[in-house]
């Protein structure tokens, strides 16, 4: 199993973002959904106001190669399936 670091930023259509600078520590690619899953709904449950309809988690590797794209519309959906 190798473990890589990732940067989960957080960026919005209107050219808002929250840069993860510190990044996190992953063991497997499919730990990288639920990963992108929680950064987003922290993000949202701290500002609940804020419309967040277009923004999206991007991933990257520490070579700062993409990873995954996660829109917050689906974490917010599949939070609400639950």
């Given at each position: ?10 960026v ?16 497997r ?6 990963q ?20 999206l ?26």
């Open positions: 199993m190798t473990v890589q670091r990732y940067h989960f930023h957080c919005g259509g209107g050219g808002d973002a929250v840069f993860d600078l510190a990044g996190r520590w992953v063991p690619l499919q730990a990288l959904s639920p992108a899953d929680r950064v987003a709904a922290a993000l949202m449950a701290a500002a609940p106001d804020t419309d967040w309809s277009d923004w988690v991007d991933v990257h590797d520490a070579r700062g190669r993409r990873a995954l794209m996660r829109p917050f519309a689906e974490v917010r959906s599949r939070e609400r399936s639950l």
